[in-house]
């Protein structure tokens, strides 16, 4: 079999590569070594009826028109603002941690302290991170930071990297700050929506064009030597890649147990985190994302955060630290010797990318591969 390009793993971005490169005439081998399309944003029905992610909550949202406009080429969208409230001290407050927070958790004196002094140095609308927050001067707020901090961020992190937030990049911490504002949505984003029917049925439509072949429950080993290709695109690990030639990477794994109720809802809204009790961090009622309100009983999802093991679980997490971006540099040395294969995706690039982001990332790298 020959083909212009082999494309290593059929998730967001080798599918988004995948059809833009058929579109252009190129002939297209996906090979992905599970038995599904759609990578961790795979979904499907339940024996119970519930559109279930199999690998966990995947709520979209994105502030870039592009990756929108190409997306919703695939899809019709249901309008979507996920909501997530975290368990502190036995009360369940929004997230991520907001001026609606303060009023859940402290006495009305002290939370109009706060809200006053917030407002007054970051302005109503802004973003803090937790660890800037921790530098503020006024006692007043660094007491909210070290609360908030103790409280919200250090137990979850803990749980969910084994690491201290300190310890991590900067771009981890900032995912979740502080909002000075009443905005009780999880994400900000100007887009924000779940796929109608599914990101199964998304995946179906990217990759259903004639010059497309899925070969699914396949190593790329294997089919490396079995079929003929002008160019490679990976998306999996690129120290795997590279025989673990400089050192593993370090990734994160999730352990996920599904949990199905006789009830119409267990939770008030999609997503419940659990920073300091239990040793799940968190619990996702998947009717509120997929609007099936109709069914008479839910399923739920408890996430368990664990190493990553070769061969026994999935990597889901690079874990952005500095001593790990050093071992990178020294794989994509080696990849940059490399004139017709490319590395891209969460795994490929070893970064902590979100849905849209992937998708960005192939979109570039198709127009990058089409100039030259």
Do not use: C
């Amino acid at each position: 079999m020959k083909v212009d390009y082999l494309i290593i793993g059929a998730g967001f971005t080798g599918a988004t590569l995948a059809e833009r490169l058929a579109s252009a005439g190129k002939r297209v081998l996906v090979v992905d070594r599970r038995d599904h399309i759609g990578g961790n944003a795979y979904d499907e029905y339940d024996p119970h009826g519930v559109l279930v992610h199999r690998y966990g909550p995947h709520i979209f949202h994105t502030n870039s028109k592009k990756v929108w406009d190409y997306l919703s080429q695939f899809t019709e969208w249901r309008p979507y603002y996920h909501r997530v409230r975290a368990v502190v001290e036995g009360k369940e407050i929004p997230l991520p941690f907001s001026l609606a927070s303060l009023w859940a958790l402290f006495s009305p004196r002290l939370a109009d302290k706060l809200e006053e002094k917030l407002i007054a140095h970051y302005g109503y609308g802004a973003r803090v991170p937790i660890l800037g927050l921790r530098e503020a001067e006024d006692p007043d707020l660094r007491f909210l930071a070290d609360y908030v901090y103790r409280n919200v961020f250090e137990g979850y992190t803990l749980k969910q990297w084994g690491l201290r937030p300190e310890e991590l990049s900067p771009t981890v911490t900032a995912r979740v700050p502080v909002l000075v504002s009443y905005d009780t949505r999880y994400f900000q984003d100007t887009y924000q929506a779940m796929p109608k029917e599914g990101y199964t049925a998304l995946f179906r439509r990217m990759l259903a064009h004639p010059n497309i072949k899925v070969l699914l429950g396949a190593d790329w080993r294997e089919v490396e030597g079995e079929v003929r290709f002008d160019r490679l695109v990976f998306t999996g690990p690129i120290d795997e890649f590279f025989g673990y030639l400089h050192g593993p990477l370090p990734y994160r794994s999730l352990r996920f147990v599904l949990e199905h109720h006789p009830l119409p809802y267990v939770q008030g809204v999609g997503t419940v985190n659990y920073p300091n009790e239990h040793p799940y961090t968190r619990s996702t009622e998947f009717k509120h994302l997929t609007g099936q309100d109709y069914l008479p009983h839910t399923t739920l999802a408890y996430e368990y955060p664990e190493a990553y093991e070769p061969g026994r679980n999935e990597p889901y997490y690079p874990v952005p630290r500095e001593e790990n971006e050093e071992r990178l540099k020294l794989y994509l040395k080696e990849g940059e010797k490399l004139k017709t294969v490319f590395f891209a995706g969460r795994l490929g690039d070893y970064r902590y990318y979100n849905m849209d982001q992937a998708v960005a990332r192939a979109l570039k790298l198709f127009e990058e591969v089409v100039r030259e």
